[in-house]
């Protein structure tokens, strides 16, 4: 009897890869073009210029714009010093992020992928050498065709070497956020800068050679993670590029609708848009994962329009929900409205409201910071003239970047009398000074004793600054002795 299950063979088993078409988009113009040029030389200006930006802060803090010393364990942007226990800055901006990618995901679709991921832009930048140097489309093609030859090797050569020197550039700023930049830089090209900054450089060089160079359009459409989540977020009112097929369909050359207009509608099946997209997809077949929506589709189909004389828009940004009131013949919803929809204005909110919370805790947070660790053993020692000692390490933080003097101060726990590592208890007193160097945070041993037969008891120390500032922190401490034993 034969088995209606059949044995799996080479026919019938499918590949698990889909082997790399190479993309060989055209060139195109027009007001999405100009639009990734704008933001391509912004992104890559901002990437390559910011680690060059001075910020005077004074002689006791770097004087580099943005800087994350991670030596020092700060992260500079301007006038901002973040410190590590304020981390929370750091997180606040995270989440800030991509709350923001939901906001521009809502209101505008796949911008993000379009224009600003860096994906896009380091390809798009890839994409104009392979123009510079084997030219458009139909160029690329035969040579791609070609056999190898000395012609074909010097092209390949000198279009790698391009790309080695632009993956070199972006390798190497990199390592500029991290330390200061002229510094590096001349450390660098010396040969004695740390082993860890060559090798950030050559993995970092490496991968924009090879995702922007080589693997590209299979970077979003099979190892990031985003284009998912954003299928998920978008919805019937997203703005998405979109194929109008009620209006392009039944597709047919100039000749074939001139002769039956009826028959045909507005797509001349140019393939132009399918020439000029990064990535490589057919938007006429709908919404796909593939589409970063850069709407350079848009760019070549309304100049084919303008050419055979029919309205712009037949590739157009456009939601489901106005597709379907396009198709009944209605006028499409205005671009505002859609964008100040409900979802959005709660991402907005909440993006804003975050925003603020931080604005405001920067402007109000105190540059004197104070903290205390008790000695848990012994918790307490009996001196020989009966008092009774505990002791602290407490550290003095100034943010700012000057020296400051300092007072420490006890509230509370009455008799209490305290001294340093650095003075003879005969010095001991319930407010000590202490200078604190710039931009700094200083350790310091403690000693409290108190008269005998004193309770054992919470009470404060309080660090003030003595500048025209007088900022303040105070901490609660505990004070241990033998009680009710004694
Ligand atoms: S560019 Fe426009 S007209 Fe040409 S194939 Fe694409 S949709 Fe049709
Ligand atoms: S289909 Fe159009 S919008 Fe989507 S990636 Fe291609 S060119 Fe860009």
């Given amino acids: 009897m034969n088995s209606p299950i059949k044995p799996p063979s080479a026919d019938h088993s499918p590949s698990l890869f889909a ?3 190479p993309v060989f988009n055209k060139a195109v113009n027009g007001k999405f073009r100009r639009l990734k040029w704008a933001v391509m030389a912004v992104c890559l200006a901002v990437y390559w ?9 004074g002689p006791y803090a770097p004087d580099q714009a943005v800087l994350i010393d991670l030596a020092s364990r700060r992260f500079y942007m301007f006038s901002i010093e973040i410190w590590p226990h304020e981390f929370y800055f750091v997180a606040g901006l995270l989440i800030m992020a991509g709350i923001g990618l939901f906001l521009v995901t809502s209101a505008v679709g796949r911008a993000w992928c379009g224009y600003a991921c860096p994906q896009t832009v380091w390809t798009d930048l890839f994409q104009h050498v392979d123009r510079l140097v084997d030219g458009d ?8 065709k070609a056999p190898w030859g ?27 956020y991290f330390a200061d930049a002229p510094t590096l830089h001349q450390a660098f090209w010396s040969g004695s800068a740390a082993p860890v900054a060559y090798a950030t450089v050559f993995v970092l060089t490496m991968t924009t050679f090879v995702l922007g160079g080589f693997m590209r359009e299979q970077v979003c459409i099979y190892m990031c993670p985003w284009p998912r989540i954003q299928t998920a977020m978008l919805d019937e009112k997203s703005l998405i590029v979109t194929y109008k097929d009620w209006r392009g369909e039944r597709r047919g050359s100039v000749k074939k609708k001139e002769r039956d207009p009826q028959a045909f509608g507005d ?4 393939n132009q848009c399918v020439a000029v997209c990064p990535t490589g997809i057919d938007i006429r077949e709908g919404p796909q994962v593939g589409c970063i929506t850069c709407a350079l589709c848009i760019d070549a189909c309304d100049k084919v329009m303008d050419e055979i ?8 940004y456009a939601t489901l929900e106005d597709s379907e009131r396009e198709k009944a013949g209605q006028p499409p919803t ?5 964008i100040w929809r409900p979802r959005t204005l709660l991402y907005f909110a909440v993006w804003s409201s975050i925003g603020l919370a931080m604005l405001f805790l920067l402007g109000t947070r105190v540059h004197t910071g104070l903290t205390v660790a008790k000695d848990r053993n012994p918790p307490y020692i009996v001196l020989s003239d009966g008092s009774i000692r505990n002791a602290y390490t407490l550290r003095l933080r100034n943010m700012e970047s000057r020296p400051r003097t300092m007072e420490l101060t006890i509230e509370g ?8 590592d650095d003075m003879p208890r005969e010095n001991a007193a319930r407010v000590l000074r202490r200078t604190v160097a710039a931009d700094s945070t200083q350790p310091m041993r403690a000693y409290v004793a108190v008269p005998p037969g004193t309770e054992p008891q919470d009470f404060i120390f309080t660090l003030r600054s003595l500048d025209e500032q007088r900022e303040s922190d105070s901490v609660e401490a505990r004070f241990d002795g033998p009680g009710e034993d004694q």
């Avoid at 489309?137 to 791609?144: F, P």
């Avoid at 797509?267 to 140019?270: E, F, H, L, R």
């Avoid at 726990?413 to 340093?420: D, E, F, N, V």
């Fill in 137 to 144: 489309r139909n160029a690329r093609m035969r040579l791609q």
């Fill in 19 to 21: 082997k790399r078409e």
């Fill in 309 to 316: 004389g029919r309205p712009r828009g037949l590739i157009d």
């Fill in 150 to 176: 000395p012609a074909k090797i010097a092209r390949r050569l000198l279009k790698w070497a391009i790309y080695l020197v632009i993956s070199f550039a972006t390798g190497g700023t990199w390592i500029f």
């Fill in 334 to 338: 205005r671009h505002l409205k859609l």
């Fill in 267 to 270: 797509c001349i099946d140019c």
């Fill in 413 to 420: 726990l009455p008799g209490a009398r305290m001294w340093g």
């Fill in 49 to 57: 210029i910011t680690p060059w930006l001075r910020w005077d802060r």
